[in-house]
């Protein structure tokens, strides 16, 4: 197992431009996905793009695992996006608390606006095209994660930068929801 170190906020490895993948059968992809799954489980984290381990390729990977602070409907398996492309987003949007394992060390997290819905379409680890459409968690976290292939961060897009809070006060929040 190769933990890789998060690159943090404001490293020009976050802004570097990615390189679409070609040749999808090569150690080094291969390397890259079990890297990018074994680094986005030990920070425990839902998602991770490969610029947040200093690769600059055009990829990511989502898994949204069940949690006590979250809805079990929204828990979804591993999934590998390989020049991933969103295709629709809806208009109806929602915003909602936002963290990011380029921020880790400063545990902060901001209100984000997002469509509440996507389409991508992406190539899996073997090159097979595919199409998804996500709501909910999924589809925040695809379109965080694209944002990392376009060299950007999250708190880019908080509006207000009064609404960032700390890891504990986001903690008290989620505990509140998950109540209700």
Request: a positive charge; one cysteine or more.
């Amino acid at each position: 197992m190769i933990i890789k170190k998060l690159i943090q906020i404001d490293n020009p490895l976050l802004k570097q431009k990615v390189q679409a993948v070609e040749n999808f059968c090569t150690p080094e992809v291969t390397k890259v996905i079990k890297d990018l799954i074994d680094s986005m489980r030990f920070h425990d984290l839902v998602g991770i793009a490969a610029p947040q381990i200093g690769t600059p390729l055009k990829m990511f990977i989502t898994e949204v695992r069940k949690t006590k602070f979250r809805n079990p409907q929204e828990v979804d398996k591993l999934r590998i996006f390989i020049n991933p492309k969103i295709t629709w987003e809806s208009e109806e949007k929602n915003v909602v608390y936002e963290g990011c394992g380029s921020v880790k060390k400063s545990q902060i997290f901001g209100l984000v606006k997002r469509p509440k819905q996507v389409k991508i379409r992406a190539q899996d680890k073997n090159g097979i095209e595919f199409s998804l459409s996500a709501s909910g968690l999924l589809a925040r976290v695809i379109q965080h994660e694209i944002d990392h292939l376009n060299g950007m961060e999250f708190i880019d897009k908080v509006a207000d930068k009064k609404d960032l809070i700390s890891k504990k006060e986001y903690l008290k929040k989620i505990k509140v929801q998950v109540k209700k």
